[in-house]
């Protein structure tokens, strides 16, 4: 199944990442618990990088560029690489300093956690779904924002 999700960030007036298509194993008309939605989109998301990472790691190995920054050379971006790179709001060498791969365990409890202490707010379908255990009917196609909420800080005076 397709889903459509955007992650926006209080504040701000364009979004930290524009509308993505995402293909998870999920049934259509099937109810399923928010929370159970959301570890499917993190497994997804958690595989994603890691395989971005191996691949790029490898890469650089295979090619001989510099994976640490006792190595410092560097390439240089072209006009069309920056402007593509721009539109995702990154520019990038792609050099990988850090080869750690993510834990998906790790990542899932983090997002449980967050959601629990209201760090981010989730809208299906421009409606939205305040608890863990809500049950949603997905659709081919259905739209999920993810909004990050931050919290004023600092003093008043």
Do not use: W
Request: glycine share 4%; proline share 2%; hydrophobic share 40%.
């Amino acid at each position: 199944m397709k889903l459509l999700f955007t992650v926006k960030q209080l504040g701000k007036k364009k979004p930290l990442l524009t509308k993505k298509s995402l293909e998870l194993p999920l049934e259509i008309n099937q109810e399923r618990k928010l929370m159970d939605i959301l570890e499917v989109i993190v497994k997804n998301q958690v595989q994603s990088f890691n395989e971005k990472r191996e691949d790029q790691f490898l890469s650089q190995l295979l090619e001989g560029m510099p994976i640490s920054k006792s190595d410092h050379q560097s390439s240089l971006l072209n006009d069309d690489e920056m402007a593509e790179q721009a539109e995702s709001g990154k520019l990038t060498f792609g050099h990988i300093e850090n080869t750690k791969l993510a834990d998906e365990q790790k990542a899932i409890q983090t997002m449980k956690e967050a959601f629990d202490d209201g760090l981010f707010a989730v809208f299906h379908n421009a409606q939205q779904i305040e608890k863990a255990d809500q049950l949603v009917c997905l659709q081919e196609e259905d739209e999920f924002i993810f909004i990050r909420l931050t919290f004023l800080s600092g003093s008043m005076y």
